[in-house]
């Protein structure tokens, strides 16, 4: 009897030491996939987290640095640009969404998938060009090669050779997008077009040629590739109008729809004098679209609008006689709880517009980058395509104010002088980089690059209340690099100088 | 019927042992022999054989013993006559006792009845060790400490857990706020760089039952508190504290942070039916509330700013009404006439009623301070508690039956908990060598709201950062705009956010309602005398459905909005125990081994209506958009072999040997098996060596442990997560956190020496216990830059050590025959260092709930460490250690994270002192903690919104009308443009109104604050009255005639009384964060409550 009883017992150790084999099954993840095997699985995510996170930047952080809003918090150099605000509030953070794009890639690539791969290749170079413009120096080389090559702290690589790269690595998306025979599914920002994702990779290729075309001593020949481009569109299709271009179109769906949307009230984001002053000086149609009338002047029944300055502070508050006498931002940036009309789908996630592109090819057709074409053609398709393309946002919004022909110019509005493509060089780069300006509005930091490179608007500068004398000329690097990637964030700044706001990035330093 | 019986005969017996008592008490002279008989009982009335009894005739020397039989009686035949005889009654375990002032004469006997009582920390006691078996103390290598369920009982904490701070040497315990929220302990320090993975294991009879807080995602979510906070302590007859890995090696990899063993209470030993009942009340109110300042109202730089509250109604309300500003840099509240939020209007209306469309002009009402808007909206809370026991037991069984019933009422209004429990516990011997045991415990909990925590709106102290001090609260008690009811709220300010406070809290409840059931069924078989056999399963079990509500018009949900989330939990485990023992010559052996499985799953689902389509109602069927899910499930399975071995030689030395292996689902096949053994002794000197009578007990004892630990489940493969559709089209998204393929398990061994002595029959005890404890390969996630692609991935890191010493000091300076005084001394000192972390990697973040400082584990530094930006500061020259003023007239803040302090403490000593007087007795708990620091966001947040007492004075010193014209001046340096630092306030006047760079008072303020970790920090040194007992044993005396056994009543208070340097806060709290409670921060966590309370415990 007892005897049975301790072989009872030592069966049963060893049955329970034996049963491991289920461990393999009780360990398996049934929250996640373990591996992903299809391109079209992981392309959605990557567009919408990219576009909503860029988006959302637009609005706030990005609005402030590119001086078209006023904000006490931001413009005073320091709050949203300390270490610690830097990571999301600059877009450090895309290198959560690379992540998935050099997922797309590596899988597109062993499979053979061209266009999938083409695809990756142009999102992966735009989240790395604003990433390098809003920072200068930054890991590439070395980046995401967490898991395939085990490296947790990149180096970073100059800005020069990442210009390089990825203008290089555009050229290879357009070539593999027109070599493509591999579907293109699930594409929810150019709807399955090899063709669209071409111009975008174009067009990209051209921002990076402008915006290093002031720097001499370069490796390659800028004129020479925006000539290729440009006198080439059969090789190198590009934007046809504002349908083509690179905007993600937000949809009536819980956490799809418009980023802010469901915020609360951006009561401490007003139109910024700047951007009053450039678009009052040309009785510019738009600014009903850019900003809110002032609340006085509604009460008053006589829309009107006023802009604040950057950089005063709490003075904002009492500034033109109190937030009474302000405006606040666009409508179609309003969450619905401050304005019950707000739109889910009013305004879109904007990459690259035509308009941009038509902007650079009239700036490099005056400055004789490129010899096809006409300057003042390239320049009013760009104004006036952009005008369109509000309109049809408008349309999509359904205000009651403003409506679409509320922002259609008049004749006048183009013969002004400020408008009309006439003057000197200088006069006329002046124009197409004003316009640029406001068509960069709500595209994430474009519009402060394009300030660094060019100046213009010249309005724009640091006030009274600013942490700096000057205005920043790019981001500090997150803390998470300084405290956890901390050698090669040491030998970063050992060639790019400073991690201060006033360090210039390589493309702009002369 | 056979109850009925059992309690008849109950009475009977109850009636005989009073008689004896009686005749013990009168002392009566009787004629007959010339002896003294009597009878030995403990306190539950079982007779004691085997006590020693010496009679001791002071005048003449003579001293006489015997022993007791087994049933109690003793008899001295013969004793001569004479006296003052005194007798002195001692037995193993029992609190010695002396009778004094006998005179015994030739035709006189004496009887005597004596009640010997328990000893706590004493020679014969009994401790339940790991696998639920029960040692005696004498014979263990390592440090256990014990606190009696009647210790938990009678000053109950809404939490038991919160009752043993102070009681036991090494145990830290942070609370957290509300109405049945969590607590977090540790036992003897981090050891885990895993901040949340520092708790003990907790033990019900057997049974392991989580303490991990279960909480919902999100940023400023209640605290739900945690299985083991719904215990009942009334059904508690001991936790044992397993503090090492030496005493807790046997539970495996759960158990390296110590062990919490509960003992509940059974039916044993008692004879019929017994029926106990215990009940309370108690009154809940805030220890420290904030000190705010009554001088400035609402505005910025001294004008009123906005316009009618925030809300113009598409411009129908104008200009002209103010409020609209959420900081209180306003004018001076100087009882002018303005139109104010809750001012009426000449329509009947209030001015905030603005969703109103004949809301009228505003009739201006005076600008004043509302100096008590926290107090006003804080209630009194209460707690009501009943429980009834039932208990027998005879040859063959034994049961106890408890049912309790729990209302309490939390402090924030509309913060309510109600529990039920049921918990039976029956052994029967079904025949003389097989035994069963059983035990199931089922509760419920339901709680209609517990409060938003943290910092975001709608949080209790949140909108008290923002509440300007002419905002009157109790206005906002009808917070409903008329004829709007349930769709708008009335609240004091539209503009920025701020729902009002009472609408938040009667109308956005965040609701409970979870099942709980644990238990285990036991077989014992004894096959032989001494080789027994064991089965066991035992299983934990939760059902959690939080209802989450939003009303319409907050301003997070203006559309309203409803979520429900269901929380599963199981844990079963399976075990096997085969013991045998027997002697060799004056060894003796014991040799046992088991095994163990254990299975656990967890899951969630979450459903979210995120619009309401129509008002109030609240079902997931009211969605007016498509409903949200998602979901999370989750295995484990761990399999383990243990043995182990304990001999003594004549019970002089007891040596201890363990083996266990375990095997972990979690880990990667080729690393899931893992060993760990331990060994300890413990030697009784006292027994070896002749000593001073006086030494009752002098042991030493040494330990060596390990133990080894397992990863969460998935951990081992990187997963591509499910991301939420577009339009139909489903996506996937890599987690962010890379998994390792070769993931080994943790091991932790500690080393520990002790010893424990009592003198003068156990009236002076020591227990000193010195440990080291070194824990490596410990897995978690380390942070990566993210331009690796990876913001985190999980690596076997590192080498934390802790090295402390505890001590535990027992006197009773005074015991005569009706007064005691007892003290017990629990002082603890650990010291956590991290020896490594990884290669290439000197610091991992542990935790950083606030808003900039971290908790950071860096190699070389102690545990705990708190690093944050701070002032910047001269550093050398005359001005050295200056802060330095930048030429904005803020303080610098240095760009680099700098040490701060550490948020652990130093030291922990608790107190206790208990005094009884007959029935009678009186006890007081000291907590002391020395050492730490803790950053508090509610004073940085609320200094700069200008609410806080210290905004006041700088503002007083200037002419009114002039606060805000010109500029303030911190006193530090400023770099001047020759490279020279110079002082920047010149005048020293306490009025800072002159000096080289200057600022708004606003700036002067929320500059100082602000991102500014250094300035935001306090001490968290405090000396707290933890527990306060004024209790009664009523006399049998008084109720000779009713069946009733017992009658006590008692009037108890816990935290009454806090010392500690700053005037806002309780230090001793944290942040309630998704993980659990983090401590180091005040996280806008709600005031510690102070308690006072009746209780009454009746036994028949």
Redesign the interface.
């Known amino acids: ?2 005897h049975n ?2 072989l ?2 030592f069966a ?2 060893l049955l ?2 034996g ?2 084999k ?3 099954n ?2 398996k ?8 095997k299809n391109p079209q ?6 567009i ?2 990219a576009v909503r996170n860029y988006s959302y930047t637009s609005e706030f952080t990005a609005s402030v640095a590119g001086d078209y809003y006023a904000n006490q918090y931001t413009s005073g150099f320091d ?1 949203a640009w ?3 605000q830097v ?1 999301g509030g600059f877009l ?2 895309f ?2 969404q ?3 794009v ?2 797309l890639r590596i899988l597109s690539h062993d499979k053979g998938f061209k266009n999938n791969e083409g695809i990756a290749l142009v999102l992966r170079s735009w989240m790395f060009q604003v990433v390098t413009d809003n920072f200068g120096d ?2 590439y080389s070395e ?5 395939t090559a085990g ?4 180096k970073f690589d100059r800005q020069e050779d990442v210009y390089y790269a990825l203008i290089d690595s555009l050229n290879t998306a357009n070539s593999l997008l027109a070599a493509g025979q591999d579907p293109v599914n ?1 594409d ?1 920002l150019m709807g399955g077009s090899a063709m669209r994702w071409r111009m975008f990779a174009n067009g990209l290729r051209l921002r990076l040629l402008m915006r290093i075309s002031g720097k001499t001593g370069l490796k390659i020949d800028v004129p020479s590739i925006m000539g290729t481009i440009a006198g080439d569109p059969t090789t190198y299709p590009l934007f046809g109008s504002y349908q083509d271009q690179a905007a993600l179109s937000y ?1 009536e ?4 729809e418009f980023p802010a949307y469901y915020n ?2 951006v ?1 401490d984001y007003h139109l910024s004098t700047t951007f009053e002053t450039n678009l009052n000086l040309l009785n510019d149609p738009r600014i009903k679209y850019y900003a809110q009338p002032t ?2 002047s ?2 008053a029944g006589t829309p009107a609008y006023g802009g604040v300055p950057n950089g005063i ?2 003075a904002e ?2 500034y033109g006689g ?3 006498n302000q405006s606040q931002v666009s409508p179609v940036l309003q969450p ?2 401050a304005f019950p009309q707000a739109s889910k789908t009013a305004a879109q996630g904007m990459i690259l517009t035509y308009s941009e592109v038509q902007f650079i090819l009239a700036e490099a057709r005056e400055r004789g980058l490129i010899t096809t074409g006409d300057a003042a053609t390239y320049y009013l398709n760009g104004v006036n395509d952009q005008f369109t393309y509000l309109e049809s946002r408008l349309d999509v919004a359904n205000f009651s104010y403003p409506k679409a022909n509320d922002i259609t110019p008049g004749a006048s509005y183009f013969t002004q002088p400020e408008v009309a493509y006439t003057g000197t060089t200088d006069e006329k780069l002046y124009k197409i980089r004003i316009q640029k300006w406001f068509a960069l509005f709500y595209n994430g930091f474009e519009g402060w690059s394009e300030w660094r490179r060019t100046r213009v608007p010249k309005e724009t500068a640091p006030g009274p ?1 600013s ?1 700096i004398n000057i205005w920043p000329l790019r981001s500090r690097y ?9 050698q090669n964030y040491a030998a970063a700044l050992k060639v790019q100088g400073p991690d201060d706001l006033v360090t210039p990035v390589w493309w702009e330093k002369q | 019927m056979h109850f009925t019986c059992n309690v008849s005969k109950q009475f009977t017996k109850t009636l005989m042992l009073l008689s004896l008592l009686l005749q013990g008490m009168i002392l009566s002279a009787q004629t007959g022999r010339p002896s003294v008989t009597g009878i030995v009982r403990n306190e539950s009335g079982e007779a004691l054989g085997g006590v020693v009894i010496k009679a001791d005739n002071s005048s003449t020397a003579f001293t006489a013993n015997v022993t007791s039989s087994e049933k109690g009686i003793f008899i001295f035949s013969k004793l001569p006559a004479g006296g003052p005889y005194q007798f002195i009654i001692s037995h193993v375990g029992y609190f010695t006792d002396t009778l004094s002032d006998y005179t015994i004469s030739e035709n006189n006997s004496l009887s005597l009845a004596v009640v010997m009582k328990t000893r706590n920390q004493e020679l014969g006691q009994v401790v339940v060790t790991a696998l639920g078996i029960v040692q005696k103390k004498a014979a263990l290598g390592y440090a256990t400490q014990e606190v009696k369920g009647a210790t938990l009982n009678e000053a109950r904490d809404n939490n038991f857990v919160n009752s043993l701070s102070g009681r036991v040497a090494g145990l830290n315990i942070i609370s957290g706020s509300g109405v049945g929220s969590s607590a977090r302990i540790t036992i003897r320090g981090e050891s885990s760089l895993n901040y949340q993975k520092n708790q003990p294991l907790i033990i019900v009879d057997g049974v392991p039952v989580g303490n991990d807080p279960v909480q919902n995602a999100g940023g400023t979510v209640p605290d739900y508190g945690s299985s083991i906070g719904e215990f009942n302590p009334a059904d508690i007859e001991s936790v044992n504290v397993l503090k090492g890995a030496a005493a807790s090696s046997l539970y495996g990899s759960r158990a390296a942070n110590g062990v919490l063993v509960i003992t509940t209470k059974s039916g044993k030993g008692r004879k019929g039916l017994g029926v106990s009942y215990t009940g309370g009340y108690t009154w809940e109110n805030p220890l420290l509330l904030p000190k705010f300042q009554n001088s400035f109202g609402g505005g ?2 001294g ?1 009123f ?3 009618n509250f ?1 809300y ?1 109604n ?3 309300y ?2 002209g009404v103010h409020e ?2 959420d900081e209180s840099w306003g004018p001076r509240l100087d009882g002018r006439l303005i139109t104010q939020f809750d001012s009426p209007t000449d329509n009947g209306y209030r001015g905030g009623d603005v969703y109103e469309s004949n809301r009228g002009n505003i009739i201006a009402t005076p600008y004043v301070a509302a100096r008590d808007n926290m107090k006003d909206f804080f209630v009194t809370g209460h707690t009501r508690f009943n429980s009834v026991a039932l208990s027998g037991s005879n040859e063959v069984s034994n049961f106890r039956f408890s049912y309790t019933n729990n209302d309490e009422t939390g402090i924030v209004p509309n913060n309510n908990l109600s529990r039920n429990s049921f918990n039976l516990k029956a052994g029967y011997k079904l025949s003389s060598k097989l035994t069963a045991d059983a035990l199931i415990n089922y509760s419920k909990t339901n709680s209609s709201s517990r409060p938003d925590l943290g910092y975001g ?1 709608g949080t209790p102290m949140y909108e008290f950062v923002w509440m300007n001090r002419n905002v009157n609260i109790n206005s906002l008690r009808r917070y409903w705009q008329p004829g709007l009811e349930g769709i708008q709220q009335f609240t004091q300010d539209y ?3 701020h729902d009002n406070p009472f609408f938040y809290a009667y109308e956005n409840p965040s609701g409970q309602n979870k099942d709980q059931v644990y238990g285990n069924f036991k077989l014992n ?1 004894k ?2 005398d001494n ?1 027994s ?1 064991m089965g066991r399963v035992g299983t934990d079990y939760f059902n959690d459905l939080r209802p989450r509500k939003m009303a319409y018009s907050t ?2 949900a ?1 559309k309203g909005f409803y979520q429900e989330t269901i929380f599963k939990y199981q844990e079963n485990n399976y075990d ?1 125990l ?1 013991n045998y023992n027997n002697n060799a010559g004056d060894f003796h052996y014991d040799l046992s ?1 088991g ?3 254990m299975e656990r799953s967890r899951s969630n689902r979450v459903t979210t209506a ?2 309401l389509l129509l008002p109030n109602i609240y079902s997931l069927n009211n969605s007016s ?2 409903l ?1 899910g998602s ?7 761990t ?3 243990y043995a182990f071995f304990q001999f003594n030689y004549q019970e002089k030395v007891y040596v201890n040997i363990t083996g266990r ?1 375990d ?4 880990l990667p ?1 080729e690393h ?2 893992y060993f760990y053994p331990s060994v300890n002794t413990s030697i009784l000197l006292n027994k070896i060596f002749t000593m001073s009578p006086a030494v009752n007990l002098f042991k030493v004892r040494l330990a060596y442990a390990q133990a080894g630990n397992d990863a969460d ?2 951990q ?12 139909g ?8 956190q ?1 998994n390792n393929l070769n993931l080994k398990p943790e091991k932790s061994s500690t080393l520990e020496a002790g010893t424990e002595l009592s003198l003068f029959n156990s009236r002076l005890g020591l227990d000193l216990t010195v440990y080291k404890t070194s824990s490596k390969n410990q897995i978690l996630p380390l ?9 985190a ?1 999980i690596i076997n890191a590192g080498e934390i050590s802790n090295k402390g010493v505890e001590i535990q000091l027992n006197a009773v300076p005074v015991r005569t025959g009706k007064f005691e005084w007892s003290v017990n001394l629990n002082f603890a000192r650990n010291i956590s260092k991290v020896i490594s972390l990884y290669p ?4 991992i973040v542990q935790a950083a709930p606030g808003e ?1 400082a971290t908790i950071d584990a860096r190699v070389g530094e102690r545990m705990g460490a708190l690093y944050g930006p701070g002032f910047q500061r001269v550093d050398s020259g005359s001005l050295k250690g200056m802060i330095v003023i ?1 030429s ?1 007239g803020r303080p610098q803040i240095t ?3 700098m040490y701060l302090g550490n948020i652990n403490p130093d030291w922990t000593l608790g107190i206790n002192n208990r005094f009884t007087y007959k029935g009678a007795y009186l006890e007081f708990l000291f907590d002391i903690s020395h050492g730490g620091v803790v950053i508090s966001r509610f004073i940085n947040k609320a200094t700069g919104a200008g609410q806080l007492i210290e905004t006041e004075g700088v503002r007083l010193t200037r002419v009114e009308g002039h606060v805000y014209d010109a500029d303030y001046f911190r006193d530090g340096a400023v770099l001047m443009s020759d490279g020279s630092y110079q002082r920047n306030l010149e005048v020293f006047d306490g009025t800072y109104s002159k000096g080289i760079n200057g600022t ?1 008072p ?2 002067f303020y929320k500059r100082y604050y602000d ?1 500014n970790s250094e300035a935001q920090l306090i001490d968290r040194s405090f000396v707290k009255l933890r527990e306060l007992k004024l209790g009664y044993n009523f006399p049998k005396t008084m109720y000779a005639k009713i069946p009733v056994q017992n009658i006590s009543l008692s009037f108890v208070g816990r935290n009454l009384a806090l010392w500690t340097k700053n005037q806002h806060f309780d230090p001793e709290t944290g942040a309630s964060t998704g993980g659990g409670l983090v401590g180091g921060f005040e996280n806008l966590s709600l005031p510690t409550t102070r308690s006072l309370g009746v209780n009454l415990s009746v036994n028949f």
Not at chain 1, 478 to 486: F, V, W
Not at chain 2, 631 to 637: G, I, L, M, P
Not at chain 2, 729 to 736: A, G, K, V
Not at chain 2, 783 to 791: A, E, K, R
Request: with cysteine; charged share 15%.
């Open positions: 009897m007892k009883f301790l009872f017992g049963a150790a329970l030491s049963c491991t289920d461990f393999e009780i360990n993840n049934p929250n996640g996939a373990q591996e992903v699985f992981l392309l959605p995510s990557i919408k987290n709050d300390t270490p610690s990571q450090w953070n290198y959560d690379l992540r998935d050099e997922n930054i890991p980046a995401l090669m967490g898991k490296i947790f702290a990149p699930a929810i949809i769906e819980q956490g799809n609360n009230p009561y609340p006085a509604i009460t502070g709490t508050s009492s109190g937030t009474a619905v709880s209340n942490a997150p803390l998470s690099e300084q405290t956890i990637n901390s | 910025q730089d004008t700013v906005g316009s925030g113009s598409n411009g129908k104008p200009d609209d500003w709106q503009a920025n956010g078989y096959i032989l080789l056999i301003f997070n203006t096997f085969v081994f095994g163990n499985t995120n619009q958009v498509a949200q979901s999370y499930d989750e295995r484990r399975k399999n383990s072999l292996n095997w972990s689902s979690t096949k899931n098996s489940p998935y081992i493969i990187t997963a591509y997560n499910y991301q939420a559709l577009w339009a089209i489903p996506s996937l998204s890599e987690s962010s890379l942070q990566t830059p993210i331009s690796s692609g990876y913001g991935r290439g990697v000197e610091k900039d930048g904005n760009s680099n994270a708004g606003r700036d991102h």
